[in-house]
């Protein structure tokens, strides 16, 4: 610390010169790339989904809606994100009090998986794998469950109903 503490009031040559003084190691983190979806809870799912239907213009399916897009890095590949209403007494979210999850899509749920039990964060499970894809749940600051995937858009593609584009 007593190296930050010298750069202030310091010229950017100054500046320089401290950081060539340092030896910076960077670890490439494993990291989320995108919302995979996000669930919520209704007293009604039907009626739910039936509005957003009519006002919004979501095609709804039995789980909700998949916005379809196209990724980044790659134009050509398509990406999702589930939209998701369901029922107050849905087990989702492991507590009665957490009104909505968030997905999280990540490029490496293995590798993730290992670098956040060193930095001691909760798990709820362990990965479970799917066609579309592997899952798992963590605890985050605030006690929320999270939902971190790392989907195969190919296989979830052959299996999508309700899309809205």
């Known amino acids: 610390m007593r ?25 490439k983190m494993k ?9 919520f ?17 979501l095609e ?4 909700g809606t998949n916005f379809e897009w196209r990724q980044g890095s790659n134009p050509k590949k398509k990406g999702f994100t589930q939209w998701s209403v ?15 999850m968030i997905n999280y899509r990540v490029e490496n749920l293995e590798e993730m998986v290992r670098q956040l039990k060193k930095e001691g964060v909760q798990f709820v499970d362990e990965i479970e794998e799917f066609d579309y894809g592997k899952f798992v749940h963590i605890i985050d600051a605030e ?18 109903e309700g899309r809205t584009k």
């Open 86 to 100: 369901n029922s107050k007494n849905a087990t989702y979210a492991d507590s009665s009090d957490q009104q909505f």
């Open 41 to 57: 809870k209704s007293d009604d799912p039907e009626k739910m989904k039936k509005w957003y239907h009519k006002h919004l213009g």
């Open 143 to 160: 006690g929320n469950r999270v939902e971190l995937w790392e989907p195969d858009d190919e296989e979830y593609d052959r299996i999508v």
């Open 3 to 27: 190296g930050l503490r010298s750069i202030v009031g310091k010229g950017v040559s100054d500046y320089i010169l401290l950081c060539n003084s340092y030896s910076f190691k960077f670890k």
């Open 60 to 63: 709804i399916d039995t789980y």
């Open 31 to 39: 990291k989320v790339t995108g919302i995979g979806g996000i669930f």
